[in-house]
């Protein structure tokens, strides 16, 4: 569905947070409950993210928006583990217009809460905080569906008091990053104040809270962004590289302006030069499948932004995710595209002569946000690059000659066989993990270790 008098295209908002904090159980909840509504049709998959459109949310909030609220919708992506990174990554920015950061209200901030909110802040992203699995409680009495204030109304004053303590909690830790941040129903300018929504992704309860917030930013966002359309060349980043049985290499890409066709001429980022070459196929989940299924894809020969799309196409065996795809309209304009997406890499990537740790991701996202969380702390780096540790790596992290920098951090990468064997031949720690703040941590602790 497009919007009714304008062209504005569908908000993208990722919803993050830490492990288990209930993500994929909040777009669930929005899913079920239109689906029991009658509504499934209008729900459309997409390729990592779920479509609602402005009536279903306009039904799950019981109240109808005004005549200024021009979305078509909001397009939902989930971000199961590290894709949180790869996702966010587009534009120099982020990809998302907008986020929401699930914490769980009985554990409060965690290292992957600390490390979306890190990305949030690097980006700009406007967002909302949902307190999440408020029903969780003891004592609590569910409503389901309704309302916060509804929902509060009939608790017992000691569950009050207990959601306002942990609320306080997670004001106070956002404080901590830098945020201003209250209930949500306590402010006024959300420009300024972080809002906190107490939800349960299971009994949906402050679920209509939340998406009427994010349907106000939302609209304020684009009409800010008047650039982004759905149509005309397509730009999309891509979220995975993924083998597909009968398909061969495939990128699931989230169009984020413009259009694709099947047939399309692209330019793809890879670890080295970018490779051309045309769209094959584009294709979507068939309805009602689940979202990042792997099978049963339907073939459509037209998409246009926002959406999540998976693209089928020659050659994409050195696609890197995180990196962007774009629709050369003119065989005149490779030159200058290829070197635009050069530079994506290029503004990540470091090499110096510098004494500095050695540092490898696995995509171009992970690889800026690790970087830029060595360089928050003052941590120097030697070189820095998207790809499994190799033999090399561990060479360069020998040569170095500060002894707590001669070291190798990695990002959710592989360790090739022969780095192996130079490992063990000259002792260079290697730290990796697949949380950024897991990487840093150890690091810093061996530091302290070496010291002592
Ligand atoms: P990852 O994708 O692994 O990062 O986790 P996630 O953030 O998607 O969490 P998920 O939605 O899978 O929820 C984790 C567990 O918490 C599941 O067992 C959910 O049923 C449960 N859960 C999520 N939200 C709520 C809630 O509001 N209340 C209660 N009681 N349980 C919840
Ligand atoms: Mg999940």
Same mark, same amino acid.
């Given at each position: 569905a497009k919007g009714k008098q304008s062209n504005l295209r569908t908000p993208i908002v990722v919803v993050m947070g830490h492990v288990d904090h209930g993500k994929t159980t909040l777009l669930d909840k929005i899913r079920g409950t239109a689906v029991a509504k009658g509504e499934a049709g209008l729900?459309?998959?997409?390729?990592? =993210?779920?479509?609602?459109?402005?009536?279903?949310?306009? *039904?799950?909030?019981?109240?109808?928006?005004? !005549?200024?609220?021009?979305?078509?919708? @909001?397009?939902?992506?989930?971000?199961?583990?590290?894709?949180?990174?790869?996702?966010? &990554?587009?534009?120099? /920015?982020? #990809?998302?217009?907008?986020?929401?950061?699930?914490?769980?209200?009985?554990? /409060?901030?965690?290292?992957?809460?600390?490390?979306? $909110?890190?990305? @949030?802040? &690097?980006?700009?992203?406007?967002?909302?905080?949902? =307190?999440?699995?408020?029903? &969780?409680?003891?004592?609590w009495h569910t409503t389901t569906n309704a309302p916060f204030a509804k929902s509060l109304k009939v608790q017992s004053e000691r569950v009050s008091e207990i959601l306002d303590t942990r609320l306080y909690e997670l004001v106070g830790e956002l404080y901590k990053y830098g945020f201003d941040a209250d209930r949500y129903d306590r402010i006024t300018d959300f420009t300024r104040t972080v809002g906190i929504v107490p939800i349960s992704a299971i009994t949906?309860?402050?679920?209509? *809270?939340? #998406?009427?917030?994010?349907?106000?930013?939302?609209? &304020?966002? #684009?009409?800010?962004?008047?650039? $982004?359309?759905?149509?005309?060349?397509? %730009?999309?980043?891509?979220?995975?590289? !993924?083998?597909?049985?009968? #398909?061969?290499?495939? $990128? *699931? %890409?989230?169009?984020?302006n413009g259009e694709f066709f099947a047939g399309d001429t692209v330019i793809v980022g890879t670890s080295r030069e970018p490779l051309v070459t045309k769209i094959r196929a584009l294709l979507k989940p068939k309805p009602l499948a689940e979202i990042r299924s792997?099978?049963?894809?339907?073939? %459509?020969?037209?998409? +246009?932004?926002?959406?999540?799309?998976?693209?089928?196409?020659?050659?994409? *065996?050195?696609?890197?995710?995180? +990196?962007?795809?774009?629709?050369?309209?003119n065989p005149d304009e490779v030159e200058a595209l290829s070197l635009e997406l050069k530079s994506e890499l290029d503004a990540v990537r470091i090499d110096t002569e510098n004494e500095g740790l050695i540092i490898k991701s696995d995509t171009i996202g992970s690889l800026e946000a690790l970087v830029g969380e060595l360089k928050a702390r003052d941590i120097h780096i030697h070189y820095a690059d998207v790809g499994p540790i190799s033999r090399r790596d561990v060479i360069r992290a020998a040569a170095i000659n500060d002894p707590l920098l001669s070291a190798i951090l990695g990002f959710n990468v592989d360790i090739l066989p022969d780095a192996l064997n130079e490992i063990q031949k000259t002792n260079v720690p290697v730290f990796s993990s697949d949380i950024i703040y897991t990487i840093i941590e150890s690091y810093e602790r061996w530091v302290e270790d070496q010291k002592n």
């Open positions: 729900i459309t998959q997409h390729i990592g =993210a779920t479509e609602v459109p402005l009536d279903v949310v306009q *039904d799950f909030c019981g109240s109808h928006f005004g !005549k200024e609220i021009e979305i078509p919708g @909001l397009l939902f992506i989930d971000t199961p583990g590290h894709h949180a990174f790869t996702s966010m &990554r587009s534009r120099g /920015g982020s #990809l998302a217009d907008l986020a929401v950061l699930i914490v769980d209200v009985n554990e /409060g901030f965690q290292p992957q809460t600390i490390e979306s $909110l890190s990305i @949030l802040k &690097r980006f700009k992203t406007p967002f909302v905080v949902a =307190a999440n699995k408020m029903d &969780r409680i003891g004592g949906g309860e402050g679920v209509p *809270d939340l #998406l009427m917030i994010l349907v106000g930013l939302a609209q &304020r966002f #684009l009409k800010d962004n008047l650039q $982004l359309t759905a149509t005309g060349p397509g %730009v999309g980043t891509i979220l995975e590289v !993924k083998e597909e049985k009968g #398909l061969g290499t495939t $990128l *699931d %890409v989230i169009l984020y792997e099978e049963r894809f339907l073939p %459509v020969k037209h998409v +246009s932004a926002a959406s999540g799309v998976k693209v089928s196409a020659p050659k994409l *065996d050195n696609a890197l995710a995180g +990196s962007t795809i774009r629709v050369v309209s």
